[in-house]
């Protein structure tokens, strides 16, 4: 193998899907596969590629790629889930284009078997479509939206690097440590320094910085809700009982007069 130095090393093209899955348990809820999703994903919206950590206020949630309810294949399996924030899975919703249409390139990108820049192009803050498929996509989930420009806007700041800007934390891994964000070049460096023994353990100390800089800790999984859940239904129905009455205003019934 040639010896390379550091940054070329980490010079990578974006060609190829960003999404890795890994092998999961078949068979079991949807919603169970939520930690392996996120960490797929990179923390990221499959669509919007925004990541936890920067989505703030929004919620993630797991989109079925073929809607629910679609039977001809097993939607609740693995490799139909994406992981997605709450805008572009709410903008999603039941889209499925007919067979057609889908023949003619008009879906939904997906991250584990798409390549990106295969598909969309960068205009400042804007993404432009390069083929049918980022067509359909941008129009169907608003991928201009403002608060998308917003995030590019924001992103263009933390770093130049155009992939970046586009395809969000995904990119990170495939550009030169010198246009990494600041704020996590050094960690970035030290993963490379201390795994400086194959090219493959230090791809993967980059994927865990990365991955790390992308996740949102208010989203992990709480160990202790359950136990706590049972303790204020607890407390709760003590004061219920000392104090009895409507506790909850009546859902407006379908069968209210
Ligand atoms: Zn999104």
Same mark, same amino acid.
């Given at each position: 193998?040639?010896?390379?130095?550091?940054?070329?090393? !980490? !010079?990578?093209?974006? @060609?190829?899907?960003?999404?890795?899955?890994?092998?999961? =348990?078949?068979?079991l809820?949807?919603?169970?596969?939520?930690?392996?999703?996120?960490?797929? #994903?990179?923390?990221?919206?499959?669509?919007?590629? /925004? $990541?936890?950590?920067? &989505?703030?206020?929004?919620r993630?949630? /797991?989109?079925?790629? !073929?809607?629910?309810?679609?039977?001809? /294949?097993? !939607? @609740? &399996?693995?490799?139909?889930?994406?992981?997605?924030?709450?805008?572009?899975?709410? %903008?999603k919703?039941n %889209?499925?284009?007919?067979?057609?249409?889908?023949?003619?390139?008009?879906? #939904?990108?997906?991250?584990?078997?798409?390549?990106?820049?295969?598909?969309?192009?960068?205009?400042?803050?804007?993404?432009?479509?390069? $083929?049918? =498929?980022?067509?359909? *996509?941008?129009?169907?989930?608003?991928?201009? %939206?403002?608060?998308? %420009?917003?995030?590019?806007e924001?992103?263009?700041?933390?770093?130049? =690097?155009?992939?970046?800007?586009?395809?969000?934390? @995904?990119?990170?891994?495939?550009?030169?440590?010198?246009?990494?964000?600041?704020?996590?070049? $050094?960690?970035?460096?030290?993963?490379?320094?201390?795994?400086?023994? &194959?090219?493959?353990?230090?791809?993967?100390?980059?994927? $865990? *910085?990365?991955?790390?800089?992308?996740?949102?800790?208010?989203?992990?999984?709480?160990?202790?809700?359950? =136990?706590?859940?049972?303790?204020? *239904?607890?407390?709760?129905?003590?004061?219920? &009982?000392?104090?009895?009455?409507?506790?909850?205003?009546?859902?407006?019934?379908?069968?209210?007069?």
């Amino acid at each position: 193998m040639e010896a390379k130095d550091d940054n070329s090393s !980490v !010079v990578k093209s974006m @060609h190829g899907p960003l999404v890795k899955r890994s092998e999961v =348990t078949a068979g079991l809820a949807y919603s169970d596969y939520r930690n392996e999703l996120r960490y797929d #994903f990179y923390y990221s919206c499959a669509y919007c590629t /925004i $990541t936890e950590y920067e &989505a703030a206020g929004i919620r993630f949630t /797991i989109d079925h790629y !073929v809607p629910q309810g679609n039977t001809e /294949i097993d !939607v @609740h &399996a693995y490799e139909n889930l994406m992981y997605a924030c709450d805008e572009c899975n709410l %903008r999603k919703g039941n %889209r499925h284009p007919p067979a057609s249409a889908q023949e003619a390139g008009f879906r #939904f990108f997906r991250p584990d078997k798409d390549a990106l820049l295969e598909h969309f192009s960068a205009s400042g803050v804007r993404v432009n479509h390069v $083929t049918n =498929t980022g067509y359909y *996509t941008i129009q169907s989930l608003d991928l201009n %939206r403002q608060s998308l %420009r917003r995030l590019r806007e924001y992103r263009e700041r933390l770093a130049e =690097t155009h992939e970046y800007v586009v395809a969000g934390i @995904h990119a990170l891994r495939h550009v030169r440590i010198d246009r990494f964000p600041k704020h996590v070049r $050094t960690q970035v460096l030290n993963a490379i320094k201390s795994a400086q023994e &194959a090219a493959n353990e230090r791809e993967e100390e980059i994927e $865990t *910085t990365l991955r790390d800089f992308a996740r949102s800790p208010l989203l992990d999984r709480d160990p202790d809700a359950e =136990t706590r859940a049972k303790e204020r *239904t607890r407390e709760l129905d003590q004061m219920k &009982a000392l104090h009895p009455g409507a506790w909850r205003t009546p859902r407006k019934a379908a069968n209210s007069a």
